[in-house]
């Protein structure tokens, strides 16, 4: 059974610095890879998607990584900033639920930036 | 564009009672799906649809009906309210079910 975690649970850091986001999976079949971010009471917003194929993926400050064969990907964020603050979360799509939306999340690192 | 609407926001319900979760996206996906979110447990799957007339169980479907008539709905209901389903009830949608998620708003749901 494909299980995801996400290490550390909460992060606390001054503005200015770049940050790295882990999260691990169990099963390495996977098809693709999914950040997402969550504001208090919010929902869930897409920041990027990784196929299994990839090794990374950039969007601005965003860059993720996915190393599959390891069973990791991560997420560094450049120059953080106060608005970086939010619940991120990686959520897998494994080989067998490819052609539904059968995601396994994990249960979030809360990034708190500081002034 | 709205994107992924849910209704309602909140709903507070006592034991025992029925309510429907609405969910309507307007990208004219044909994937949607019903998750719960639990402090410490993440988000699991209730329910998903594949395409209007196709529905099936996700992960922790006990206790929630769903059906799919259109594209653009997909409401779950809860037949008989239990204080084990108070969470937060997200809504979501993709184009392909392989691609991106897209998520709605959340509906906070507490059962007395």
């Known amino acids: 059974k494909q299980e995801v975690t996400q290490i550390p649970a909460a992060l606390s850091v001054p503005e200015g610095e770049n940050l790295v986001l882990n999260c691990s999976f169990t099963?390495?079949?996977?098809?693709?890879l999914q950040w997402f971010r969550q504001d208090p009471g919010k929902g869930l917003t897409s920041l990027l998607l990784?196929?299994?194929?990839?090794r990374e993926q950039t969007s601005g400050r965003l860059n993720a990584s996915l190393d599959k064969s390891s069973g990791r990907s991560t997420l560094y964020i450049a120059a953080s900033q106060p608005g970086d603050s939010a619940t991120y979360l990686c959520?897998?799509?494994?080989?067998?639920?490819?052609?539904?939306?059968?995601?396994?999340f994990g249960t979030g690192t809360r990034l708190q930036v500081f002034p | 564009n709205a994107g992924v609407t849910q209704t309602p926001k909140f709903q507070v319900l006592k034991t025992g009672q029925s309510m429907t979760l609405q969910c309507a996206q307007d990208?004219?996906?044909?994937?949607m799906s019903w998750y719960r979110q639990d402090p410490g447990m993440g988000l699991r799957l209730i329910h998903y649809?594949?395409?209007?007339?196709?529905?099936d169980q996700g992960e922790v479907p006990n206790g929630y009906n769903v059906s799919r008539s259109t594209t653009e709905d997909f409401p779950l209901r809860l037949l008989s309210a239990a204080p084990s389903q108070t969470s937060v009830y997200f809504c979501?949608?993709?184009?392909?079910?392989?691609?991106?998620?897209?998520f709605g708003e959340g509906s906070r749901l507490t059962v007395l």
């Open positions: 990784i196929q299994s194929s990839q």
């Open positions: 959520a897998v799509r494994s080989l067998l639920s490819y052609n539904t939306d059968k995601l396994i």
């Open positions: 649809s594949v395409g209007a007339g196709i529905t």
């Open positions: 990208m004219n996906h044909e994937y």
């Open positions: 099963d390495s079949a996977i098809y693709n």
């Open positions: 979501a949608s993709s184009y392909s079910g392989a691609g991106e998620l897209f």
